[in-house]
C-alpha cells in the first residue's frame, strides 16, 4: 500500500498541479516506456455535493461526477486519450468507431490531436446535434446508416474483420479494451476525492462499458490497498431501451436519452458481473423521470447535463422513494455527458419563456413584472 500510495504522489509531484492522466495513474494502466502520452486536459473531474437535490430526494450525502467537463463534453474522452495512444504506438493511421454521438466527438478530437485519419458510422438521424458537429468539425469522416446504434457497430466490427493492410485502422468503440482502462481512472479520482469508496454509484447503462470500467477500477484500488470497500453498483436503462433489465435484446430501442439509446450493449456480460458482484442493481427508468432528473439537476445545483446522464438521478430517486438506499448512505451519481452537446431537448425542455423589453431598466422591471 505504501509503496503505491508512494508511487501516485510521485507522480502527480513530477507532472505539476494539472497531470495527464495517464501519467497520474501511469501505475494501474497498460503503459510502457513507448507510449506517447498525449493529453488534451482530461479527466480530473469534479465530485459536486448535492446538497439541494440530495435533501429534495432523501439522499442528502449524494455527490456527482461531472464528466461533462472532460475536453469534448463526456466521459468517453477518459478511455479514448488511451485507446489512441495505444493506436499510436501499433503504427495505426487511422481510428473508426460507431457512435450515438459521444465517442464519435471524442475520436475526432483525440484523432486529430494525433494526426489520425477518423471514420465514425452513425445512426441516420439520431445524434444529437451537438455531438455531430463536434466530429465534424474535427474533421471526422461521417458515414450515416440505416437503423440503430447496433447495427452500425456490427457494419464497424466486420468492416475490421477484413482491414486494408495499406491503411491500419484502430476499432474505438468500447470492445477496445483500452478503452475501458481509461475510464477506470474515474473510479480512481472517486476514492481520492471522497477518501474511500462510496456506499453506492449509480451509473447510467447504454452500451454498458462505463459500469463496467468503474467497477474494475474499484476493484484494483482494492486489491492494491487503497480503499478497503468497493460500492454497490447501480446502473439505469432507459426503460425503452433495457436490455440487461429486461433480459433480451431490444431491436428498436426508443428513447429521448440518445446516448444509452442501445438494444444490444457490447459489454453486457461485463455489467451484469459487475452488478452481481457488487450486489447491486441494474434498472430502467421512465424517460419522463429521466427528464424530471435533467431539469432537477440544473435547477437545484446548477449542472447542465445531457439526457441520459440524469438518468443516475433519475434511477437514485426512484430506488430512494421505494426505500431501497440508506438515507445516510454516500451516493455518487455519474453525469457522462455535458447538456450543450443535446441542445434540442434542451429547448424543448425549457419551463421559463424569454421575455422581450425595451432597452432601459423601465423596460425591464415591466418585462419582470416589478
Not at 3 to 32: C, H, K, N, T, Y
Not at 57 to 81: A, H, W, Y
Not at 213 to 219: H, I, L, Q, R, T
Request: charged share 20%.
Amino acid at each position: 500500500m505504501s509503496d503505491v500510495l508512494r508511487q501516485l504522489r510521485q507522480q502527480q509531484s513530477r507532472a505539476g498541479a494539472r497531470p495527464r492522466l495517464l501519467q497520474r495513474f501511469e501505475a494501474f494502466l497498460p503503459v510502457d516506456p513507448a507510449t506517447p502520452f498525449i493529453s488534451l486536459g482530461e479527466g480530473f473531474t469534479p465530485l459536486v455535493h448535492a446538497r439541494t437535490l440530495g435533501r429534495a430526494i432523501g439522499c442528502p450525502m449524494l455527490q456527482l461526477k461531472v464528466e461533462g467537463q472532460n475536453p469534448t463534453g463526456s466521459f468517453k474522452d477518459r478511455g479514448m486519450v488511451l485507446a489512441v495512444a495505444k493506436a499510436m504506438q501499433e503504427g495505426s493511421r487511422a481510428l473508426i468507431c460507431a457512435s450515438t454521438g459521444n465517442t464519435a466527438a471524442s475520436a475526432a478530437a483525440y484523432g486529430a490531436h494525433a494526426g489520425l485519419e477518423v471514420i465514425v458510422v452513425l445512426p441516420r438521424g439520431q445524434v444529437a446535434a451537438g455531438k455531430l458537429l463536434q466530429a465534424q468539425a474535427a474533421g471526422a469522416r461521417v458515414v450515416a446508416v440505416e437503423g440503430g446504434f447496433d447495427g452500425a457497430l456490427r457494419a464497424v466490427r466486420e468492416l475490421m474483420e477484413d482491414p486494408d493492410p495499406r491503411q491500419p485502422m484502430t476499432l474505438v468503440n468500447s470492445v477496445n479494451p483500452f478503452r475501458i482502462e481509461g475510464q477506470k481512472t474515474a473510479a480512481f479520482e472517486v476514492c481520492e476525492d471522497l477518501g474511500g469508496a462510496p456506499d453506492y454509484l449509480a451509473i447510467p447503462v447504454g452500451n454498458a462499458g462505463n459500469i463496467t470500467a468503474y467497477w474494475k477500477g474499484f476493484s484494483e484500488y482494492r486489491s492494491a490497498g487503497l480503499v478497503e470497500t468497493r460500492p454497490v453498483m447501480l446502473g439505469f436503462q432507459a426503460a425503452g431501451a433495457a436490455p440487461l433489465v429486461s433480459g433480451h435484446r431490444v431491436d428498436e430501442p426508443t428513447t429521448v436519452a440518445t446516448a444509452i439509446r442501445i438494444g444490444d450493449p457490447a459489454s453486457g456480460e461485463a455489467a451484469l458481473r459487475a452488478r452481481d458482484e457488487s450486489s447491486g442493481r441494474i434498472e430502467a427508468v421512465t424517460d419522463e423521470e429521466i427528464l424530471d432528473a435533467y431539469r432537477d439537476l440544473a435547477r437545484y445545483e446548477g449542472i447542465f447535463c445531457e439526457p441520459s446522464s440524469a438518468a443516475s438521478v433519475a434511477g437514485v430517486r426512484k430506488l430512494a422513494a421505494e426505500g431501497a438506499i440508506d438515507p445516510g448512505a454516500t451516493i455518487v451519481c455519474v453525469l457522462t455527458g455535458n447538456g450543450l452537446k443535446d441542445p434540442d431537448t434542451a429547448r424543448r425542455e425549457a419551463r421559463l419563456p424569454v421575455v422581450e423589453a425595451e432597452p432601459s431598466a423601465a423596460g425591464v422591471r415591466r418585462a419582470l413584472g416589478w
